[in-house]
């Protein structure tokens, strides 16, 4: 599968409250701020984040938030995916 880039999307994690340990992993929940700009569309992103661990010791994302446009307009959306440690990084907002 060729992955091809269709927006840019920047979140910050501004706290993380609770951890849950599991036998076979575990699970993070906090809140995350940014933006997101695909094609016309762009604003201010509010979500949180109640994020699985994988095997790997990854987490998965599992975000629901709200966007805000400049020009007033809101929407909210939930992003399912699959993280990847593009920065050495293998637990939300931490190292």
């Given at each position: 599968?060729?992955?091809?880039?269709?927006?840019?999307?920047?979140?910050?994690?501004?706290?993380?409250?609770?951890?849950?340990?599991?036998?076979?992993g575990?699970?993070?929940?906090?809140?995350?701020?940014?933006?997101?700009?695909?094609?016309?569309?762009?604003?201010?992103?509010?979500?949180?984040?109640?994020?699985?661990?994988?095997?790997?010791?990854?987490?998965?994302?599992?975000?629901?938030?709200?966007?805000?446009?400049?020009?007033?307009?809101?929407?909210?959306?939930?992003?399912?995916?699959?993280?990847?440690?593009?920065r050495?990084?293998?637990?939300?907002?931490?190292?």
């Amino acid at each position: 599968m060729r992955l091809e880039k269709v927006g840019k999307t920047e979140l910050t994690y501004t706290d993380i409250d609770v951890e849950f340990p599991f036998k076979e992993g575990g699970q993070v929940y906090g809140t995350l701020t940014g933006s997101l700009e695909v094609g016309d569309l762009r604003g201010e992103l509010n979500a949180t984040d109640l994020a699985r661990q994988r095997p790997d010791d990854q987490f998965t994302p599992a975000l629901r938030g709200i966007l805000k446009t400049p020009g007033g307009s809101t929407s909210t959306s939930p992003w399912m995916g699959s993280r990847s440690s593009t920065r050495g990084r293998s637990r939300p907002g931490g190292s």
